[in-house]
């Protein structure tokens, strides 16, 4: 079982870009998570995807979207980037209360 | 508005003693208390799991304790070894799945 893996795990944009992140969940979960995680933070809640809808957000403007595919797997989209962006991006799946985490795609916005 | 606190200060220990952590939290109600330990530039991976009408857990050397009155947590690694330092990050989970993280705090264990 291959966990959970993320793409690409590291980036560089430049302001104003978008940019798509991608993972694909842990063998048998259905539900895909995404979070955000600065320097020297806890990593915060972006959204939530279930059965292919968003089913929770976060406190996170209109900028970030996302999707989730048939086979479980899901996209981060994040357009019009800011240096704030900056972080590390972490998808999480689970199947109950238990999630379990990619590595992270660190995006840097210079 | 929410508010969930962990020690900012890193924790150094000598190793074979035990660490504990504090998570206290205000405003929530959550129906479970998860922790996880983060290494540098990875992805958190879960260690515990206690339900809010329990009061401890155990796993190994680590133990959790949860107190819904206190609206905090303690997180202890008994016998502590230098592969246990890390950060370890409190989350709360209300009946929806989404985790609320603290910031976390660091371990250090001294050889």
């Known amino acids: 079982d291959a966990g959970v893996t993320q793409s690409p795990t590291h980036l560089i944009k430049t302001r104003g870009q978008q940019v798509t992140l991608r993972c694909s969940p842990k063998?048998?979960?259905?539900?895909v998570s995404w979070y955000q995680q600065a320097l020297g933070q806890g990593p915060q809640f972006i959204f939530q995807?279930?059965?292919?809808?968003?089913?929770q957000r976060g406190n996170f403007p209109d900028r970030f979207s996302g999707h989730q595919f048939p086979n479980y797997s899901s996209e981060l989209n994040v357009n019009a980037l800011l240096l704030g962006d900056s972080a590390l991006y972490l998808c999480?799946?689970?199947?109950?209360?238990?999630?379990?985490f990619g590595q992270g795609t660190r995006l840097t916005v210079v | 508005s929410q508010k969930i606190e962990q020690n900012s200060e890193a924790l150094n220990i000598q190793e074979g003693k035990t660490a504990t952590l504090t998570c206290n939290y205000t405003?929530?109600?959550?129906?479970?208390l998860q922790w996880y330990r983060q290494d540098p530039g990875r992805g958190p991976v879960f260690l515990l799991l206690?339900?809010?009408?329990?009061k401890e857990k155990r796993k190994e050397r680590l133990k959790v304790t949860f107190d819904t009155t206190l609206k905090q947590s303690l997180f202890h690694i008994t016998a502590s070894q230098p592969a246990d330092s890390a950060t370890y990050l409190c989350?709360?989970?209300?009946?929806?799945?989404?985790?609320?993280f603290g910031k976390g705090n660091q371990v250090v264990v001294i050889p």
């Open positions: 206690i339900r809010e009408n329990e």
């Open positions: 989350a709360l989970q209300g009946g929806n799945n989404r985790l609320a």
């Open positions: 405003n929530y109600s959550p129906a479970y």
């Open positions: 999480a799946s689970s199947f109950g209360q238990e999630a379990f």
């Open positions: 063998s048998g979960h259905d539900t």
């Open positions: 995807y279930y059965e292919e809808e968003e089913r």
